[in-house]
């Protein structure tokens, strides 16, 4: 049985925040993680490792999640102005995560499908299908507040974004260089406009994360 994280001392915790880092840029330059490189890095036995984590796959597991923890806090969690509308409201949690994922170590390799590593795939699987349902409590949202056609099926509207939002994000990081933030959400917004009308009228809504 792993420790959490309450139960760790002071220096128990910076070590496995260490390893943390040292495996998360593992997956970012190499796609996988190595027990031996990562223990190399931290300057501890390979034994130790296991104190922290069940193994590779936990450590995997252990960085991704983080990834998506971090993705959640900075995109999803930020406050947004309630007075703004649902439109504007949603193209700043596009920017903004648009941002991270250019600007995390990790980004690039999770957008554009690098990771090699199949604790990683099961996680990413996981976090972005709840960025789906997180979708479609938003679209919800702005059917109650009038905002969006109550005729939308949210849940497949919200499906069908988040699926087109992380191709389009794959494209944009496979590139060298990568086209600009702006042209990325410029992108997103025209596609949420397709397939989100405005209540009561035939322009369309924005997009939505």
């Known amino acids: 049985m792993q420790p959490t994280q309450r139960q760790l001392t002071r220096k128990g915790q ?7 880092d040292i495996g998360r840029d593992e997956l970012a330059d190499h796609g996988s993680i190595e027990i031996a490189a990562v ?5 501890v036995a390979p034994s130790v490792l296991y104190r922290y984590f069940p193994g590779k796959d ?12 971090q993705y959640s806090a900075e995109v999803f969690d930020a406050p947004v102005a309630d007075e703004l509308p649902w439109l504007e409201r949603e193209v700043l949690r596009l920017r903004r995560e648009v941002r991270f994922l250019y600007a995390h170590p990790l980004g690039r390799a999770v957008a554009a499908g690098l990771l090699h590593e199949a604790a990683a795939t099961r996680v990413g699987a996981i976090r972005q299908r709840e960025q789906a349902y ?13 905002e969006l056609d109550p005729s939308i099926d949210a ?3 919200g499906a069908a974004i988040i699926g087109a939002l992380h191709a389009m994000l794959a494209e944009a990081l496979s590139r060298d ?7 990325v959400v410029d992108s ?5 406009r ?16």
């Open 14 to 20: 910076a070590t496995r925040q260490r390893l943390l």
């Open 39 to 43: 223990s190399e890095r931290a300057g």
């Open 58 to 69: 936990g450590l995997v597991e252990a960085v991704v999640h983080d990834f998506w923890d």
């Open 134 to 146: 997180a979708a479609a409590r938003n679209i919800r949202y702005g059917q109650r507040t009038g």
């Open 155 to 157: 849940g497949l509207a």
């Open 177 to 183: 260089p990568a086209p600009p933030e702006h042209l």
């Open 188 to 192: 997103a917004t025209q596609l949420g």
């Open 194 to 209: 397709a397939l989100l009308p405005v209540a009561g009228s035939s322009a369309r809504g924005g997009p939505i994360e």
